[in-house]
């Protein structure tokens, strides 16, 4: 779960795609469609590149359509549409709420576990189970190996943190022993 700036009117145009994605019945074309954008957006270089004065019509739909091969319509006309307006930049920050808004009509909450050490699935299914009881919401997680940590595990669940590492702990209980004797 990569932290990213995300900017309000990525989140309006999120919200536009999502309603003619349900009134079309088309949630994972569309769904491809933002991550599409997402990729051709990624880098500031790579929106110079595409809004640039030298860039024709024909070249950014050819591009396009290199990047989201089944792309037409809409989506392209989307793409289109942010190009024309100088807001390719906001690529990145629409598929963010793209996916959270979708995650949040089906009832799904994203959560990322780090650990010193790999997860066994039994681990992973135990984490997912309590997260899901903890939100009531079904847990997509993805688990990630940080050796810094040296042991427990830092979870994020949306915006919250939950830091059950060693060196927390460590620091916690230092913290209350220094309080103990003063």
Request: charged share 25%; aromatic share 4%.
């Amino acid at each position: 779960m990569a932290t990213l700036a995300r900017d309000v009117a990525g989140r309006r145009y999120a919200l536009a795609l999502l309603a003619l994605a349900r009134e079309q019945g088309t949630m994972a074309y569309w769904l491809e469609a933002a991550e599409g954008l997402e990729a051709l957006t990624a880098e500031p270089s790579f929106v110079a590149a595409l809004q640039g004065d030298g860039m024709t019509d024909e070249r950014f739909v050819s591009i396009v359509r290199q990047v989201v091969p089944g792309i037409d319509g809409d989506a392209l006309n989307l793409f289109r549409l942010l190009r024309h307006k100088g807001r390719l930049a906001l690529g990145p920050s629409i598929a963010s709420y793209v996916r959270e808004l979708w995650d949040e009509e089906r009832g799904v909450q994203r959560a990322e576990v780090r650990t010193a050490v790999p997860l066994d699935d039994a681990a992973r299914a135990q984490v997912q189970a309590r997260l899901a009881q903890q939100t009531g919401k079904t847990i997509e997680l993805e688990a990630v190996v940080d050796p810094a940590l040296v042991g427990g595990a830092v979870i994020r669940l949306g915006d919250r943190l939950i830091d059950g590492s060693t060196r927390t702990r460590l620091r916690t209980l230092r913290e209350r022993l220094q309080q103990g004797s003063a």
